[in-house]
């Protein structure tokens, strides 16, 4: 069992569609990120929140908007995203910023996009 | 230029032997952390093994151990006594010191263990 828990694990959209990804961490972590991956590709950057505030946007489009309650919850809201979009979405957590602190990473939420 | 390479895109090992997976990088910050991921094909990225640019000692853990040779910027991980369970996409990461949250990740090695 993972420490990070992404929650759903599989999600089927049409491109007009509202949804929403968590992603929920009890390890005390103040960094949380949100990665996407593509098949046989490894995971690009999307996201990061430290102690909650928006840290890292790495310029993505603003049909995926990001939230952070509090310090153990990130969610991922997503509202007109194109086929492009299908893949699979890695939510981590870190105790910080220091080069020597490991991701941890939950499960992923395999998202299609019809 | 490529931070991370790993050059093997694929590699096959027999069951109960030994396999090494390659990884290079290249950095000029001085303090700098290297990891190494596994992710099976149910998507989770599972932490292996770490090892930091100061640590005078090879890392390991268990089956895994990192074979590290600085001068050459190269980290290698090692599986010894292999398993089914072993197949699997492995990634190399590194963490600069200068990097802030950023994790750079190789292109991956997919791991096939034969019974």
């Known amino acids: 069992d993972t420490e990070v828990t992404q929650t759903p694990k599989h999600l089927v959209m049409g491109m007009t569609n509202k949804k929403s990804l968590k992603c929920e961490q009890h390890m005390g972590h103040r960094a949380m990120y949100w990665y996407k991956q593509k098949a046989k590709k490894p995971p690009e950057l999307m996201f990061v929140y430290s102690y909650e505030k928006l840290s890292i946007n790495e310029s993505v489009p603003s049909r995926f908007s990001p939230e952070c309650p509090n310090s153990s919850l990130l969610n991922l809201h997503l509202h007109a995203l194109q086929p492009e979009d299908s893949a699979l979405y890695l939510c981590a957590s870190s105790p910080g910023q220091a080069f020597n602190q490991p991701q941890h990473f939950g499960d992923g939420t395999r998202l299609s996009i019809l | ?3 991370i390479t790993q050059t093997q895109p694929g590699m096959f090992v027999q069951e109960k032997e030994a396999v090494t997976l390659d990884c290079t990088y290249d950095t000029s910050d001085p303090s700098y952390g290297l990891f190494w991921y596994k992710q099976p094909s149910s998507g989770e990225m599972i932490f292996l093994i770490y090892q930091g640019s100061y640590d005078q000692q090879n890392a390991t853990e268990g089956r895994y151990s990192l074979n590290f040779q600085k001068a050459r910027k190269s980290a290698n991980l090692v599986i010894s006594a292999s398993q089914l369970g072993d197949s699997a996409m492995y990634f ?3 963490r600069e010191n200068t990097g802030g949250f950023k994790t750079i990740f190789g292109a ?3 791991l096939f263990v034969k019974a």
């Open chain 2, 108 to 110: 991956g090695t997919r």
């Open chain 2, 1 to 3: 230029a490529q931070k």
């Open chain 2, 92 to 94: 190399c990461a590194m």
